[in-house]
């Protein structure tokens, strides 16, 4: 019985210390890729939205570069305005084009879209908390700022682009580097770091009087973090984007479906690994892209059933030596940041067939 008692005894040390360890490199891979986790150059074209013939690239001490997406040619670079010092994300809501400038102190501000190739500041300027990575979203009358590790930020805007005086602040994990809100403006998802290795989607409601957020569920994923195509400081990789009770993931582990029909209890229904590692994902219609980045960068292009499910339809290798940074649609084509290379738009013509099980 002794000798039962001490190898079961040594058994449970060696299988902790073995714990431990896994653990531990976990923690140790985190630490050591948040430190060297690469930094956008000054100028260069990051984040993108589109709206109608027109494209907006967050170009960082450069300011916004509109580009007229049927001459395919740069319409005008809008330098930032003070007390902003650069623009490192977009968002497109109500005739309003949003502006983040991600470094701290950041600041918040709002364009006017009445002539779209020539956007217009509102000179409505706010600070917001942000880093190291933050984002914007803006739908139905409401705009949100993820901080990163600072808080989240909630405020309503106007027909003429200004903001609310009250702020809704919020704070679900160690950090939230990206949100998204829901078209109707009555939920979010939020990219969120919940400690060490651990990351998550958190959904949010969100109460209009008073303005407010409440935390309704979170859906830990296993493969989502510091993953090659981030970057400081608007651009974490796990990424996320609504269509009707479905949001769909850009992480670490490739493509992820998830069902809020329940948002109390989400459910991973897909996760398809082809674009493995995920870095952006975008909607358009009943089709889905999904940016691969890595030392064999793609576009895999998806065709969403009735339920919303994706069916692979095509991928398109990027050049050798592309640095993608974000992904956007103009109809067919899908539109790429590229970092110091500008940008470029893949046609549907440049797709090749992807079967279902082909890596």
């Not at 007390?83 to 084009?97: H, N, Q």
């Not at 029909?261 to 892209?289: C, F, I, K, N, W």
């Not at 691969?292 to 991928?315: E, I």
Request: glycine letters at 12%.
């Amino acid at each position: 019985m002794a000798l039962t008692r001490g190898w079961i005894t040594r058994t449970s040390c060696v299988l902790a210390l073995g714990v431990a360890a896994v653990l531990g490199h976990r923690w140790l891979a985190v630490g050591w890729n948040a430190w060297h986790y690469p930094t956008a150059a000054a100028s260069a074209r990051t984040q993108v939205v589109v709206n109608g013939g027109h494209a907006y690239l967050a170009a960082g001490a450069k300011g916004i570069e509109v580009i007229d997406l049927a001459t395919q040619t740069r319409s005008i670079l809008l330098p930032p305005e003070a007390p902003a010092d650069r623009i490192d994300d977009l968002a497109v809501a109500d005739g309003w084009l949003f502006a983040l400038d991600a470094t701290p102190p950041g600041h918040l501000m709002t364009y006017s879209l009445a002539d779209p190739g020539r956007p217009s500041p509102s000179g409505v300027i706010v600070p917001v908390p942000v880093g190291p990575f933050s984002g914007v979203s803006a739908a139905a009358g409401l705009v949100a700022v993820s901080g990163g590790t600072s808080e989240l930020t909630l405020r309503a805007y106007d027909r003429a682009g200004r903001f609310g005086t009250e702020v809704a602040t919020a704070d679900f994990g160690r950090g939230q580097p990206d949100i998204a809100l829901r078209p109707d403006g009555r939920m979010a998802v939020i990219s969120t770091h919940l400690y060490g290795p651990e990351f998550a989607v958190t959904f949010a409601g969100i109460r209009r009087q008073p303005l407010g957020w409440e935390m309704l569920g979170q859906l830990e994923l296993k493969d989502a973090g510091f993953t090659t195509g981030g970057f400081k400081p608007a651009h974490f990789p796990l990424v996320a984007i609504w269509r009707g009770d479905r949001v769909y993931l850009a992480d670490g582990g490739g493509l992820g479906v998830v069902d809020v029909s329940d948002p109390r209890q989400p459910r991973l229904l897909v996760r398809d690994r082809q674009p493995q590692p995920a870095m952006d994902v975008v909607v358009a219609g009943d089709d889905l892209d999904v940016l691969r980045a890595g030392p064999q960068p793609a576009v895999f292009r998806y065709r969403l059933d009735r339920s919303g499910l994706p069916r692979p339809a095509g991928s398109s290798s990027l050049p050798a030596g592309s640095h993608p940074a974000a992904i956007a649609r103009n109809g067919m084509n899908a539109l790429i940041t590229q970092h110091d290379r500008g940008w470029q738009s893949v046609p549907p013509g440049k797709f090749s067939p992807l079967l279902p099980n082909q890596p």
